[in-house]
T-cell receptor, first 113, second 115 residues
Framework: SQQGEEDPQALSIQEGENATMNCSYK?????LQWYRQNSGRGLVHLIL?????REKHSGRLRVTLDTSKKSSSLLITASRAADTASYFC?????????????FGQGTILTVHP | DVKVTQSSRYLVKRTGEKVFLECVQD?????MFWYRQDPGLGLRLIYF???????EKGDIPEGYSVSREKKERFSLILESASTNQTSMYLC??????????????FGPGTRLTVL
């Protein structure tokens, strides 16, 4: 089964609204990463949060991590139509430096102009 | 900017054919990865490589093999393509980190259809 599970599976909002996506995972992690995928394209890295961090910001993105609940959330503020994409969380476990990621199934975000 | 390129965006092959998917990265990254992406299943790791001629099985290696003869190039091989290998294939690379993994840089993907 997938290490990361995103919720909701799909989200539809109006431009200007905030979008929140959640990710839950099962085992202890080294770090958690969020990626965006535009339709039919490759993934683009958005943000990485380490297991000893609780919150991280990057532009309009805010990521939180609660290791006690084994969950993370991605908040996109003041959304734009260009934010329409699929968003994936990915976890890194273990002690290697290989960077092996385990992805969730993703949240499909649609932002209506 | 890191660039990861894949040899084809779309590929159509017949059952039983040998299929090569090529991936090249230009940032001297040590690690390279092959994933497949299917609706409802997300991305699943097929194989990865952390050095030239080194390879490790991922979560779903059956029916696939890989080759890494040069640092910048990582090939995925379907020895005898089957219809259940119809999927989007994504290649990624990342630099060797410490115990904290770095972000991965993805190619645009190859949508493979096996008839």
């Amino acid at each position: 089964s997938q290490q990361g599970e995103e919720d909701p599976q799909a989200l539809s909002i109006q431009e200007g609204e905030n979008a929140t996506m959640n990710c839950s995972y099962k085992t202890s992690i080294n770090n958690l990463q969020w990626y965006r995928q535009n339709s039919g394209r490759g993934l683009v890295h958005l943000i990485l949060i380490r297991s000893n961090e609780r919150e991280k910001h990057s532009g309009r993105l805010r990521v939180t991590l609660d290791t006690s609940k084994k969950s993370s959330s991605l908040l996109i503020t003041a959304s734009r139509a260009a934010d329409t994409a699929s968003y994936f969380c990915a976890t890194v476990t273990g002690g290697t430096s290989y960077g092996k990621l385990t992805f969730g199934q993703g949240t499909i975000l649609t932002v209506h102009p | 900017d890191v660039k990861v390129t894949q040899s084809s965006r779309y590929l159509v092959k017949r059952t039983g054919e040998k299929v090569f998917l090529e991936c090249v990265q230009d940032m001297d990254h040590e690690n390279m990865f092959w994933y497949r992406q299917d609706p409802g299943l997300g991305l699943r790791l097929i194989y990865f490589s952390y050095d030239v001629k080194m390879k490790e099985k991922g979560d779903i290696p059956e029916g696939y093999s890989v080759s890494r003869e040069k640092k910048e190039r990582f090939s995925l091989i379907l020895e005898s393509a089957s219809t259940n290998q119809t999927s989007m294939y994504l290649c990624a690379s990342s630099p060797m980190g410490t115990s904290w993994a770095n972000e991965q840089f993805f190619g645009p993907g190859t949508r493979l259809t096996v008839l």
